[in-house]
């Protein structure tokens, strides 16, 4: 539901529209007189667009990040298909589970017996 305009926010809109220098906020067509404002506005306003300038660069470079992404993504899929693995079912081993493999290996290879050497019979 919209609130409704009371009287007295009428009359400041109208007082708005009459005399607009009275109020803080001035229209662009009613210009501020005083240099160091102007000036102070300015510099405001360059402080906004460098502001704006660094966000459209994040921007832009996150697009141009997930750019690269996807291309390596649809790259893979192409290597993948002239290999001849299109249904990507090969199991890839983890590059991150070579501590694990080493350490699995080891104790195997701590439970299984050694074969003994046969000794040589001296004559």
């Not at 009613?30 to 966000?55: G, M, Q, R």
């Not at 199991?91 to 070579?98: I, K, R």
């Not at 017996?113 to 000794?119: E, F, I, Q, T």
Request: charged share 30%.
């Amino acid at each position: 539901m919209t609130k409704p305009v009371t009287p007295q926010e009428m009359f400041d809109l109208w007082q708005k529209m009459v005399n607009p220098g009275a109020f803080p906020l001035q229209s662009l067509m009613f210009p501020v007189v005083d240099v160091k404002e102007v000036e102070k506005k300015i510099s405001e306003l360059e402080t906004v667009e460098h502001w704006l300038k660094a966000n459209l660069g994040m921007v832009q470079l996150s697009i141009k990040s997930l750019d690269y992404q996807r291309s390596m993504l649809k790259g893979g899929e192409k290597v993948r298909s002239a290999m001849g693995d299109v249904d990507g079912t090969e199991d890839v081993p983890n590059p991150a589970m070579w501590a694990w493999n080493m350490m699995t290996e080891a104790g195997k290879s701590a439970t299984t017996p050694r074969p003994r050497k046969a000794k040589k019979k001296s004559r």
